[in-house]
């Protein structure tokens, strides 16, 4: 198959030069980072569903039965891979039992909503209004919103259908069930989409592809060979995306992500990074915090002292963050600056214990912007600290070796009067 390569971007910044562009697939990159979106489920039914990803399988061979595009294909499966990106928000809004099913974090049109807000700017090949706002809208018009029919989306559709396969599939029904089941409720689904639907279910193939084991491989090799020729800037819209839905998952950091970013991009600009490195340190800055997204908020948001098992589950997000970025081609240096903010110089930091000799400039930086940007904002039970103050226990810290003297010190001045 022949690959489309497109160029849409002419992004600059004031000071510096256009900066360097690689052939990126935005369906890889979704499809690592929507590791992170499952840990929603995770943290509910103690287990992992893949469900992004069956989503976007099942999303996708539907699409291939009704002969769509490979430019088409390309957009569904983005939608497809992100379409309960605002359950986050919704999960921290009220408590959902554990043990409950996917559906039931599904079962609140806040995160259709939320979801779409997200999706503004994602640099789809063709964006299509509403798609994710729509995606449990049924046929008959009984959804959310009371559209209805063809009034709906197709991908949104699609995703809907998709939807109720992986959930049943994902909680153990057998394929007759599963299948009857979809019928049972036609008039919820499209019946092109159910007639397809049904026609592929026939094959155990169809079935095969989506277990556990295979999906993630099943889908890549579904991926339509579209690629755009991407820049760091470009691939931030993407970043951007998932610091709101980290920032969403807890009250008490509300827009911690977004406050580092911004400040990393003050401290870039200080030191006069190219563009490249400018943009990386933004989206590493998006995505230091990633790993939250697997810590469950009854520990995240606990009121009062940690346990010893608490603290060691805190400790293990910036692993997870360089576990997901390390499966993203061209993201090296982003995954090392985002991934050792906990990092001390002299070696007391988590979750490596890395060192002085093992710590970049970079990830000083970013391990700098984190404790300023965490002492000086706002949280529910305190007020954020001025500057000043937040500089005199930094000044301690750089006292007992933990952070760089440099950054602090340049800090100081660049914060000073924001
Ligand atoms: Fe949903
Ligand atoms: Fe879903
Ligand atoms: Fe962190």
Not at 370 to 383: C, V, W
Request: proline fraction near 3%.
């Amino acid at each position: 198959m022949a690959g489309i390569i497109m160029n849409t971007f002419a992004g600059t910044l004031d000071k510096v030069k256009r900066c360097d562009v690689m052939l990126f697939n935005v369906n890889e990159l979704l499809i690592s980072l929507s590791h992170t979106l499952d840990f929603a489920e995770k943290e509910v039914l103690r287990n992992n569903t893949n469900h992004g990803m069956r989503v976007s399988y099942i999303s996708a061979r539907i699409a291939q039965e009704l002969g769509m595009s490979d430019r088409q294909m390309f957009d569904l499966i983005s939608y497809a891979l992100l379409h309960d990106n605002g359950v986050m928000g919704s999960l921290r809004k009220k408590s959902v039992p554990r043990q409950e099913s996917v559906s039931s974090l599904e079962a609140d049109p806040t995160h259709c909503i939320e979801g779409e807000k997200n999706l503004a700017s994602f640099p789809f090949l063709a964006k299509q209004e509403d798609v994710i706002l729509y995606h449990h809208e049924n046929y008959d018009g009984s959804g959310f919103f009371g559209i209805s029919g063809s009034r709906i989306p197709l991908y949104s559709r699609i995703i809907r259908l998709a939807d109720c396969i992986a959930i049943r599939y994902s909680l153990g029904w057998t394929i007759d069930t599963v299948m009857d089941s979809i019928l049972r409720e036609a008039r919820f689904f499209d019946p092109d989409l159910c007639e397809a639907a049904v026609k592929l279910s026939r094959n155990v193939e169809f079935w095969l592809g989506m277990d556990d084991m295979f999906v993630q491989n099943t889908l890549v090799s579904m991926l339509p060979q579209v690629s755009r020729e991407l820049d760091y800037r470009q691939i931030r819209s993407i970043s951007q995306i998932f610091s709101r839905i980290i920032d969403a998952k807890s009250p008490f950091t509300g827009s911690h992500s977004r406050g580092i970013s911004e400040k990393t991009g003050f401290i870039c600009q200080y030191y006069e990074f190219d563009e490249k490195t400018y943009w990386q340190m933004r989206i590493a800055a998006d995505l230091h915090d990633l790993g939250k997204l697997a810590v469950p908020n009854s520990i995240l948001d606990k009121p009062g002292k940690l346990t010893r098992e608490e603290y060691k589950a805190i400790q293990s997000h910036p692993f997870y963050t360089r576990k997901i970025l390390t499966m993203i081609n061209g993201f090296e240096d982003i995954t090392e600056w985002a991934s050792n903010h906990h990092e001390k110089l002299n070696g007391s930091g988590y979750p490596f214990g890395l060192d002085a000799s093992q710590l970049d400039f970079n990830s000083r930086i970013l391990a700098c912007v984190d404790i300023y940007q965490a002492l000086t904002e706002d949280r529910p039970y305190r007020k954020g600290m001025p500057h000043s103050a937040a500089m005199k226990i930094m000044s301690e810290m750089v006292q007992h070796k933990l952070i760089e003297p440099s950054v602090t010190e340049d800090m100081n001045s660049i914060f000073r009067d924001l």
